[in-house]
Structures are given as C-alpha cells and as structure tokens.
C-alpha cells in the first residue's frame, strides 16, 4: 500500500514536463539534478521490479520439461494457460472469494468507520485502534494465529461448543475452509479500509451536516444520503485494493495449507499454483506464464471496474 | 497476499544471487574471512580450502566440528537450509538461477532423481564411490544410485515398524498384530472397548508413508533409469497399490482409524496423547516420538515389526531416509566428493548421528555392530528396538525407484486420497485418476511411457 503515495509524485513529474522549454542552460542544469533526486527510487524500481518483470516476461515465452529441456515457443504457454483447467479453476475460486470477501470486509469497514465518525469520546480512539490492529500483525502471523484457533485440538471452539453440549464444527475442512479464509481476510484488512473510509470522512465539511439537521434529516439519512455519497471516490480505492488482493489470492491459504493439505491443493489460488509449478515442480517457465496471465486479468477486471466507476472515482 | 506474485519471484531470484554470490561461488578456494561469516559452525583451521554442506540433521553441529577437527586439508562450512521440501526449494531455484547452491547437500533418496533429471548432481563414481559400496547397507545403497552411477552417499534409513501403546493394548485386551487382518480385527476390538483411541492415523498427506504401505503389497509405482532419463514406467494403480488402499478405506469407513493430516501440531499432540494406539513409523519415528511434547505421561511404548499380508514372506519397507549428495556447482567436486564420503563415512561421525541425531545408521559398521543392536532405548522401556524390530526390517529392504518428479507425484497422491476419504471416489477409481494425471503429467513435460 506504500504504492498509494506513487501517483502525487509521478504527476508533479509530468508538471514539469509539457512545459515548453526553451533549452537554456539552467533548465538543463536544474533538469540534472531531478535526476539525480530520482535516482535512487529509480535505481531500486529497475532493479527490483522492473528488470524481474522482463526477465520474467522473457522466461514466458520458453518452454522447459524436464525431460527435453529449453525451446522458445512465443505465446504458447500463455494459450495453454487460458487453457488449463487448474488455472480457470483457481480464478473460478478467487472470483467466488471476491464476490463474498469484497463486501464483507467493505460492509464491516463502513459501519465502523460510520459508527467511529459519529462518536466523539475516548471510546472512539480506542476502538478505532482496536479495530486497526489486526492490520499490524503480519499477514502470516495472522494466518498462523488462525490456523491455531480452528484447530480441532488448541483452538477454543470445541470447548465453546462444548458448553452447550455441541460438538464443534472442524473449520478446516473441505467444506468450511472457504468461510474459515474469508474470516481471516475480513479481520486483516477490515481495519485497514475502516481507516481510509474514516479518513475520507473526517474530510466533510461538518457544515453540511448542520444544513441536513435543519432540514430535518435523521442520523441515518446523513449517513445514507450524505456521507457515503460524498466518500464515494474512497469506496471505489477500496474496492480496487479489496478486488486486486483478493486476485492475487495467496498467503493465507498458503499458510493454512500446513494444517488442511488435503481440504486445500497446491493449485487453490491462481498464485498458488505458479508458486507450486515454479518452486515445487521447477516449472519456471510455464510459471511465468501463469503470473503474466493471472496479471492481465487482474488489469482487465480493475480496468472494467474502475471504467464503470468513473463518475464516483471523480477519474470523469 | 498484498506484494505482486511477479515482483516477489523476481525479488527471490535476485536477492538468491546476492546472497549466494559470496558462499556457494568460491567455496572451494582458500577460505577468506568473509565466508566464515555465512557457516553456522566455526570453521576450525581457516588455511584449508572448504566445502559448503546444506543439512539439517539434529545435532549435525557436533559431527561438522568432529569433521573439521579431525581434517587439516578440508573443512565444511554447513548451513541448516531448511527441512525438507524447504531446503529442495531453495535448492531448486539455485539450480535454475544458475549459482547458488552449496557443495555437498543432504537430500532424501526420494528426490534424488528429481535432481539428477536436471543435471544438478555429479555422478561419484569418478570419485571412488564404488570403492566404499560395501560399508552401505544394500538397499540404501540402491536407493542412492541409478543403473552404474550414483548419485549420492546414504547417511541414513526409515526402515518401517510398528510403535504402540501397550498400556492401551493391555486396557483393550488387544494383543500385538502382526498381521494387517490382525491389525483390523484389534482396531475392531479397541472401537468397541470404547477407550476413545483409534488404532492408528492414516494421513491423506502421508506422501512417502503412504507409498510404504503400498510397496509392502508388492506396488513398484515407477520404473526409472538416469541413463534414459527420457522415459519411465508409471504404474501407480497396479493391484498392490489398489489392495492397500482399499484395505485402508475400509478402516476409515468403519471409524476404525483417523485420518488427520500428518506433520501439523495436531498430528503431534495427537501421537503422544492417546488418540491412536499405534504409531506406524520409520526407524526415525522413536527420535521424533521423544521430541513431542504434551505426551501422556503414563503412555508405555513398545515396538513391533510392521504387521504384514502374508505372514510367512514378510515384506520390509522404507520410509524416508536421506543422502549426501555432490551438487554440480561444486567448485571443486573432488573435494566435495571427499567430504559428502567422510562426513558419516566413519564410526565416530556416524555414533555421533546415531547418539545426538536419532538417526538410523546406512553405514554398516555401525549399522552391524553389536552396541547399535543391543542399544537399550529408555522411552521404550529398556526395549532394544533395533534388535526387535528396525535391524531386521533394514535387512530385508530392496531398496526403491522414485520418479523424477516425486513431489508432484505426492501432491497427487494427497489429492486422489483425500477424495477417498471425503467419499468422492473408491481407492481404486482414486489410484486409477492418479495413473492418469501422472501419465499426462509425464507426457506433457516431454517423457516417453514405456
């Protein structure tokens, strides 16, 4: 998310640019020293990410099985990959978690966020706190801490359940591990989305709101009518960040993968499989290929939605 | 689930080189200063040229600094690279990236192939391997080599047995199976007793276990040879395969045994609590059993060979196991050679093993010497294990063929059982999909089936 800072720069960049310039020396000189000012982030952006990505580009366009070795096939294994039943599969998944993830976590954000806004006392720091934590603890940490509390045996389920002479249901079978995973997704990042819908928020006028009680409107049609209205272009940013993650579908069931092998296969996720292909059956190639795909279809469905969005975006 | 999948192969791949750069490259030359600096152990005479080792034994640190003492001309430099599929990954990607790699590593027989098919191991017969052939136990020493080359030096062996709770066998008023129509009718028993136990686990991800149980029935999944690297024989559905898995089902359909997933902290616990009466393990089980925490204090554990099919042709299988191996990046592989040969190739370093690491010795002289036959083991009660059960069951293995690319084999395998066990399929329409996955695998990636 340190990438949300990226789009201020890169404008101010392009400010400087459609200037007409006269080619004096100064400008030159002062032109020297941008670069210079760039240069560090632009050193690490080549390196780390953009050379990778050629290279890994490049790698997509071979192929290599273990039994004959390297061949250039051009586009090949990206038409295999549309192909491939474990890839469509693993995008079927991700779609079926976005569909439920997506709003849960935007539906939990935006009543927190509504709820805090409204409160004016101690309560509200700290809950506003509280509910953010769970975005401070590492991602795996959180998976792992969760995989502990659905275990049949360390987690507190089969004694709550105990209680009322139940028996626990066992979250990380084939049937529940889906609901297991998008509670975890939802307690990660809903404190996270809780934050810039609150954010948004505290940047209302509060003058408007004062015009809407005398026109008699209640707490809820502020709510409803005024404030998510006027946030909306944080709703979108949000979605965009909820869809993209949920696309790129990976740590946490990589994680619990350790402790529900059979309830979720190496090829769960589209990530997991190019992982599994690269790192466990040394199909580096063929790998590359699934990560280009898995990339273009994550930009053709952030595209569309934000294309469908435009107006809330304020992008129109 | 944030950072882009591509960014981070790229950023792995990179950072693999950087790291690596400095210890795996100029491992064998004279040892500066600043490649100390990456050994988990003090490397003792820092003169002598040394040789990068990637294991991860217990107690491994004793038996490096024995070595190193004990050797002017050479000196291992040992990184713990991870367990496992763990340290295949790292050694996989280093293969790929073209450096990186450590000299000599510790790899388990299973995946020897999987390596030799990509031209990452060097063959040690041009470096007197032959010569000490005969310190090796005969079924390890197949298991390390393929057709005239080998490809590794065994260290040590999973021969299988049978580890139970007698407390539990006593309570049940069950007697020590010895046969598996034995084994089910004292699960039978133990279920109706009521105790609460099931008589064993079968993990749906038992991997190399489950294909142990397999063999016993006579099942050869693969038939391998690095000298035609391009073609193999699958026959993961013949009828051995199929006549213990449908056994299997059978107990998991009556409740008989559990089937959790094997190697989680519930597996674990699960072991050394009383849940399963029986643990059916490799010779390394016992060192792993002692390990565990949570156990029932007044657990009494006994071991007993490996219930059979036929009673009077008992059939000896392996689970698990590991090698030294030469890596192809190697600066000098002589030298590698040298140590992958010396490292246990010795008593002392090898009671070392057996004394700090638990492990199940490949080398003969300890393997036939009389103080690891009469060892008495505490956690057993005084019980002389290898005696009674692991020495005999490491004599009689054979030995094994694994396909070069046994990892996707053993996710397959979890695959196809799991659908068993959630009742998708019936084991033998299971091993039959598996036949066919693994077929199209093989076809795919450019093997002939023969």
New interface residues.
């Given amino acids: ?1 340190a990438t949300t800072t990226a789009p201020t720069s890169s404008h101010r960049a392009e400010a400087h640019q459609p200037v007409k310039h006269r080619p004096d020396r100064n400008y030159r000189r002062r032109q020297r020293w941008g670069w210079l000012f760039v240069a560090p982030f632009a050193l690490i952006f080549l ?3 953009v ?3 050629v ?2 580009f490049r790698m997509s366009l071979f192929t290599s ?4 070795g390297d061949r250039f096939v051009g586009f090949a294994n990206y038409a295999k990959a549309f192909t491939d039943p474990l890839f469509l599969d693993g995008l079927l998944t991700v779609a079926k978690f976005g569909l439920i993830m997506i709003p849960a976590q935007m539906i939990v954000a935006l009543i927190a966020a509504l709820v805090l806004d409204n409160l004016a006392t101690w309560a509200s720091k700290f809950s506003r706190l509280m509910i953010f934590i769970p975005y401070a603890v590492p ?1 795996v940490i959180g998976a792992l801490m969760w995989g ?1 509390l659905y ?4 987690g507190p389920a089969s004694t709550v359940f105990a209680l009322f002479g139940a028996e626990a249901p066992n979250f990380l079978a ?1 049937d529940s591990i889906f609901g297991s995973l998008v509670n975890i ?1 939802t307690w990660q990042w809903a404190g996270y989305y809780m934050i810039i819908i609150y954010a948004a928020l505290r940047g209302i006028d509060p003058g408007i709101y004062e015009a809407a009680v005398l026109d008699g409107a209640s707490d809820r049609q502020i709510a409803t009518r005024i404030k998510v209205p006027m946030i909306s272009s944080s709703l979108v940013m949000v979605v965009i960040f909820a869809l993209i ?2 696309l ?5 069931p990589q994680v619990l993968r ?6 979720i ?2 090829d769960y996720t589209p ?1 997991m499989y ?3 292909l ?5 199909q ?1 190639n063929y ?2 290929a699934i ?2 795909a ?2 273009i279809v994550v930009f053709v469905f952030s595209f569309f939605f934000l294309f469908l969005t435009r107006k809330q975006s304020g992008l129109k | ?2 950072a ?4 981070s ?3 792995v ?2 950072t693999a080189v950087a790291l690596t750069g400095c210890s795996g490259g100029e491992s064998g030359g004279g040892g500066g200063g600043s490649e100390a600096a990456s050994c988990t152990n003090t490397v003792v005479n820092a003169e002598a040229p040394q040789v990068t080792v990637w294991a991860w034994y217990p107690g491994f640190d004793q038996v490096v600094d024995t070595f190193n003492n004990a050797n002017d001309d050479v000196q291992i430099c040992w990184t713990n690279a991870g367990q496992g ?1 763990d340290e295949y ?1 790292k050694f ?2 280093s ?2 990236s073209g450096s990186g790699a450590p000299d000599v590593i510790q790899l388990e027989s299973e995946v020897l192939s ?1 390596f030799t ?2 031209d990452a191991l060097v063959d040690l017969t041009e470096f007197g391997a032959n010569d000490v052939e005969g310190d090796y136990a005969e079924g390890a020493w197949e298991d390390a080599s393929s057709g005239d080359a080998v490809y590794a030096i065994p260290v040590d062996g999973g021969p299988m047995g049978m580890l139970y709770r007698q407390d539990i066998f006593d309570a049940a008023g069950i007697e020590v199976p010895t046969t598996w129509e034995e084994f089910e009718a004292a699960a039978q028993t133990l279920k109706a007793s009521g105790d609460g136990a099931v008589m064993a686990d079968f993990p ?2 038992g991997r190399a276990f489950n294909q142990a149980l397999f063999a016993q029935a006579g099942s050869v999944p693969f038939e391998y040879d690095s000298a035609n ?2 073609e193999i024989g699958i026959n993961v559905n013949d009828d051995g395969a199929k006549k213990v898995l449908e056994y299997w089902e059978g107990l998991v359909k009556d409740g008989l045994v559990a089937t959790d ?1 094997a190697f ?3 597996y674990n ?2 072991l050394v609590d009383g849940s399963y009466a029986v643990y059916l393990a490799a010779a390394w089980g016992p060192g792993y059993l002692q390990g565990l925490s949570d156990a029932d204090p007044t657990a009494v554990w006994r071991a007993a060979p490996l219930p059979q099919w036929d009673a009077a042709n008992p059939v000896q299988v392996n689970w698990g196991g590991s090698t030294f191996a030469v890596t192809e990046q190697a600066s000098d592989k002589e030298l590698a050679a040298k140590v992958a040969m010396g490292i246990f190739g010795n008593e002392e370093g090898m009671n070392l093993g057996v004394d700090a690491g638990a492990l199940f010795p490949s080398y003969a002289p300890v393997l036939e010497s009389d103080e690891f036959a009469t060892k008495e083991y505490e956690f057993f009660g005084g019980q002389q294990i290898n005696r009674d059960v692991f020495l005999d069951a490491a004599a009689g293995y054979e030995g094994a063929t694994f396909s ?2 046994q ?2 084999a053993y ?1 397959q395998l ?2 196809q ?2 659908a068993m ?2 009742g998708e399929k019936d084991a033998s329409q299971a091993l039959d999909d598996l036949q066919a996955s693994l077929e199209q695998y093989a076809t ?4 002939t089936l023969t």
Avoid: C, H, W
């Fill in positions: 998310m390196t780390f990410l050379l990778p990505l290279f890994a099985t273990l039994a004959t991602v502990f275990s049949p045996r360390f084939q997704v993650g949920t790129q579908f990976f740590t946490e350790g402790v529900a092998q059979g309830a296969p190496t990530n190019a992982f599994s690269a790192f466990s059956y040394s580096f790998a590359s990560s280009f898995l990339g | 689930m944030k882009t999948f591509l960014a192969v790229g950023i791949a990179a599929n990954t996989s990607t293969i790929e999987s098919i990509r749906t991800n690297p391009q997933d989680t902290a519930d616990t699960k070069p690319f990892n996707y996710d979890t695959v059982i799991y066990v959630q795919e990636q450019g093997f």
